[in-house]
C-alpha cells in the first residue's frame, strides 16, 4: 500500500496524467487534507485549495448550506458531506470537490447510530457523484483523522484508474 505520501504522489500523479484539478472542504480534518495534498510532487499542476469549515456557521455561509439541512441531519451527517461538497464547486473551480465531515469529539451531535469516530466523505466529478462513504472509527481523535486521511487517497486512485 505504500504510505500516505507515497499514495497522494501517486493520486497526484493520476489527477496530472488525466489533467484533473482537485479543492476540498473539510470539517473534522480542519484543513490537514489539503494540506496533505499540498506537498504532494507537482501539487501546483492539480490542487486547487481548500476550506476549513469547523463550524456550521461556514457551512451556511461560505458554503450555502441550508440551516434546515444542518438541523435535520446534523453538521457531520452524509447529507450536509455532500451539501458541502456542492458548495464548495460554486467556489473553488475544480474537476472534483472532497467534502469530508465527521464526529472528533463528545459534546457534538453523536448517537449510537453515529457514535464519536464517525467520519463521512463525498466526492464528486465535473458535479457528478465520484464516492463516498461514512465509516466510523472506534479510536482516539487523532487517529480516526489520520486513518480517514489515509483512506482519501485509496478512494481517489480506485475512481481514477483509467
Do not use: W
Amino acid at each position: 500500500m505504500g504510505t500516505t505520501v507515497n499514495r497522494i504522489n501517486r493520486v497526484g500523479k493520476m489527477l496530472i496524467a488525466q489533467q484533473l484539478t482537485i479543492a476540498f472542504a473539510e470539517r473534522a480534518t480542519a484543513g490537514r487534507l489539503t494540506a496533505e495534498f499540498s506537498m504532494a510532487e507537482d501539487a501546483g499542476d492539480f490542487l486547487k485549495g481548500g476550506i476549513a469549515c469547523y463550524d456550521a456557521i461556514l457551512k451556511e455561509d461560505l458554503l450555502k448550506v441550508a440551516h434546515s439541512l444542518i438541523k435535520e441531519f446534523t453538521p457531520e451527517s452524509m447529507e450536509v458531506t455532500k451539501a458541502i461538497t456542492l458548495g464548495l464547486s460554486q467556489i473553488i473551480p475544480a474537476s472534483i470537490h472532497i467534502g469530508i465531515t465527521g464526529l472528533t469529539c463528545p459534546g457534538g451531535s453523536e448517537t449510537p447510530e453515529k457514535p464519536v469516530g464517525t467520519m463521512s466523505i463525498y466526492a464528486c466529478k465535473h458535479g457528478n457523484h465520484l464516492f463516498s462513504e461514512r465509516i466510523n472509527f472506534p479510536v482516539h481523535r487523532k487517529k480516526s483523522c489520520l486513518q480517514r486521511l489515509r483512506g482519501v487517497p485509496n478512494c481517489l486512485k480506485s475512481t481514477l484508474h483509467p
